[in-house]
């Protein structure tokens, strides 16, 4: 499956994996995209990118595609990315059709067009649309890019029943003595039965946070309120819960993996350890 799509994109400049690495590097999907104004301004709170590869068949002008709508997901934009010029859309049966030529958003040094197909998809996507093309094509493929702000999580594909309990564990200390810090943890997707569907990155350090709060709390713990007041409960009676050595501070894991027959680049939110804290 994995064979299959990249070879679907073998004409083009650019791979789902090139754009995921361009992602990464960038650090946020609005960065990696090379738009026009307006079209970055839809993109302002997107942290989804879904892909999927047509062939286009030898030798023919009009061929039909359906546009998957995902119904937990805000679309921004979809892309239709080709190295054809003057794509049409073509709307409607029979002498009743319409023809729509294609807005271009965005194009590259090496001729990879980008086209606009959100409005098509926003009002006909109960039914099929037809690519029309200037000329016969031979041996040409094209990929739609949907971009999204999507509520799903990362675990919405599977059940935790099916995860392995066996897991890759960091030795951390024990002494009690040292305080609150952020410790190396790396984790492996292949321990999980979705790790299957994860293409990139297979591994990644989440960190962890583990170690004493010290008496009285300073501000470089990012104390609450709460865990203040635990403190000074302590300090006074020596009994009591004292605050926990906890995350404060998350950033967001970009991940590449398959969902179904689409090929998908996310931000999953809160995913790596920032900064730790007493709470």
Known sequence: MVLHAILALEDQTETIIDFYNKINTSGSLLKATSFDLDTQLKLKYINTVRMVSYKIPNNRTLFSIRLKRNLNEQIALIELRCNISNVYVRLGKNIHHRIYRLEMISTSINTIQSYDLTKFLNNYYQRNIYLLLEYPIIKHSLSIIYYSKSNKNLFSFSTTKNFKRRFRRTILSNNPSLTCAKHEYEIDFNQFTFGQWILQPKRFNAYTC????????????????????????????????????????LKPLCLLYYDRDELVIKYHRDMIVQECGCR
């Open 210 to 249: 583990s170690g004493s709060c010290p008496n009285p709390l300073s501000p470089q713990y990012y104390p609450s309120n709460h865990a203040i007041l635990l403190s000074l409960i302590h300090s006074q009676k020596e009994y009591g819960q004292q605050p926990l050595c906890v995350p404060v501070r």
